[in-house]
């Protein structure tokens, strides 16, 4: 009698297309969605804010990061960061990216993201790294706000160079690519990255302080127009 129930069970299921297995569920949920052509626009006032572990695992994400992105709290939990990563992102930006945060170091970095629902998305970085009573790392907390436009326009055409390169001869040409144009300016990254947003460290720094943070809203509204005027 209870295999008969058993098996009225199953079927509904297999009708209705439901899974119970555990490994099915995480497999759909670590799918990476189909990019598609359609930016979505963040508020340049609001900042989407994570914290991973040394690794680049998530462990918290807020609302705005949430909402931005399409996933919920279950599915981005003990997640790599990755998994919001567009494919038209060149890996030698990342690899810029964890070698700065290996070293404690901040680094503002342009990243197209990709929403689950295969939207895309444009961010500027700002990090803060945390370490334990030895000195090493612990984790990474991450505030990202909006890329402004003119910005995303002058890094887009970089990214598709790099990107370009890699697929054909690797991510070591494209490093070198990369930092010969920096030679060719005579700029280190940081220079490059102020150089297209057309404001200093400390304006780029400002962007990303909370107006729950800060007393002199004036201050941070002319950093705005800088930047998306």
Same mark, same amino acid.
């Given at each position: 009698m209870q @295999? $008969?129930?058993?098996?009225? #069970? !199953?079927?509904?299921?297999?009708?209705h297309k439901i899974t119970t297995d555990s490994?099915?569920?995480?497999?759909k949920r670590n799918q990476k969605p189909t990019p598609i052509d359609r930016e979505i626009k963040l508020d340049p006032s609001r900042t989407i804010m994570s914290k @991973? $572990?040394?690794?680049?695992? #998530? !462990?918290?994400?807020?609302?705005y990061f949430m909402e931005i992105c399409g996933y919920e709290e279950y599915e981005l939990m003990g997640q790599p960061h990755s998994i919001i990563r567009h494919p038209d992102m060149p890996k030698v930006i990342f690899s810029e990216?964890?070698?700065?945060?290996?070293?404690?170091?901040?680094i503002h970095a342009f990243v197209k993201n990709l929403a689950k629902d295969g939207r895309y998305y444009w961010v500027l970085t700002n990090f803060e790294t945390k370490y334990d009573e030895s000195g090493a790392i612990i984790s990474?907390?991450?505030?990202?706000?909006?890329?402004?436009g003119n910005a995303i326009y002058q890094i887009e055409k970089l990214y598709k160079t790099l990107k370009s390169i890699e697929d054909t001869q690797g991510i070591e040409v494209a490093e070198r690519y990369?930092?010969?144009?920096?030679?060719?300016k005579n700029m280190n990254y940081n220079e490059f990255i102020l150089e297209i947003l057309g404001i200093n460290e400390k304006a780029v720094v400002s962007y990303f302080i909370d107006s729950t943070q800060t007393s002199k809203p004036t201050k941070?509204?002319?950093?705005?127009?800088?930047?998306?005027?």
């Open positions: @295999t $008969d129930v058993k098996k009225q #069970i !199953e079927t509904i299921l297999a009708d490994t099915s569920i995480k497999n @991973t $572990d040394a690794r680049g695992v #998530i !462990e918290y994400a807020n609302d990216l964890w070698k700065r945060l290996n070293k404690g170091e901040n990474h907390y991450a505030r990202r706000k909006a890329a402004p990369f930092s010969g144009l920096l030679e060719e941070k509204r002319s950093v705005f127009g800088r930047l998306f005027g």
